[in-house]
């Protein structure tokens, strides 16, 4: 039986890298918005998508129903969303980015470029579409 390390093993690879990189980037939308992390993946696709309800904002970006409600409240409570019930099923809200949502959008898209192109810079251009492509081949499993 082959030796088993921990540390070849791919998804523990994919979440390590997945840890680093994003507690480097927490720093800009914790320190400058009080945000947490679904917080602002919220706040992204709004700002990315345009209006939308939870449901469709828990099946785009894969997060459970609970941490996207408690992600809405909080981004409401520091108006940068708000909630629109649709008219023709009153169970759903339709959400939005406010002026001060959008404005918070329009910085961490801004600082979430730059944070990726200086991640990235260590590898070559054609190493950078290798990582995108297998990246996007195993979230897609």
Known sequence: MPDFDLKDFTPYLLNLAAETSSAGFQTYYKDRYGMLRTEWRVLFHLGRYGPMTAKEICDRARIHKTKVSRAVSALENK???????????????????????????????????????????????????????????????
Do not use: H, P, W
């Open 79 to 141: 108006r940068f969303l708000s909630r629109k019930e649709q008219t023709n099923d009153r169970r759903l809200e339709t959400l939005s980015l406010t002026t001060n949502g959008e404005n918070a959008y329009q910085d961490l898209f801004r600082e979430a470029a730059r944070f990726d192109q200086e991640m990235m810079s260590t590898f070559t251009e054609k190493e950078q579409a290798i990582l995108r492509k297998c990246l996007i081949q195993i979230a897609e499993l």
